[in-house]
């Protein structure tokens, strides 16, 4: 019914023209909070796109890095199976025992280097999702001794000039 048919003193005509101006206020607050759900519902969605592709981003960089530390430790390795090689042959000579002492202690370190290099190579495997764990006896005694023996080793003047 219009308004217009209820008088002012009326109990039922104010009632109605209440309840019509608290439906009018329930509809306009549900107008609000439609159109903030749609603006949030936006603002997610924008977000999402950035950090989808940051995310990209990121995996490309990660995938990157990997192909670059397999690429390098491959590079660096051939030479240093080339040093050990020779280092291999070198031990066949005879040599002073000190001579065979540093010997020892350079291929040692050409060893560790190059475990060094497979632990480089291992980590890309690990940021590609390929390593594969093996088991490996080893004995402590001996890894604690080279390693000893290569922070005891210092070189002597005479061993440190260098010669044209």
């Not at 306009?28 to 159109?35: I, K, L, M, N, P």
């Not at 940051?54 to 390795?77: D, P, V, W």
């Amino acid at each position: 019914m219009p308004e217009s048919r209820w008088k002012a003193g009326d109990e039922v005509g104010q009632l109605v023209v209440a309840f019509n101006g608290m439906l009018e206020e329930l509809e306009a607050q549900a107008r609000r909070v439609a159109e903030h759900q749609a603006d949030l519902e936006n603002k997610v969605a924008a977000r999402t796109a950035e950090l989808v592709d940051a995310l990209n981003r990121a995996q490309a960089a990660t995938h990157a890095k990997a192909e670059f530390l397999a690429n390098m430790s491959h590079e660096i390795r051939t030479p240093m199976n080339g040093v050990i090689g020779m280092l291999d042959l070198l031990h066949l000579e005879r040599l002073a025992p000190e001579a065979r002492n540093m010997l020892d202690t350079a291929r040692g370190s050409a060893d560790a280097l190059l475990g060094l290099l497979n632990d480089v190579l291992d980590f890309s495997k690990i940021d590609a999702g390929k390593l594969t764990l093996e088991k490996i006896d080893f004995e402590l005694r001996p890894l604690a001794e080279e390693v000893a023996t290569l922070f005891t080793r210092q070189p002597t003047p005479r061993a440190s000039k260098w010669r044209a």
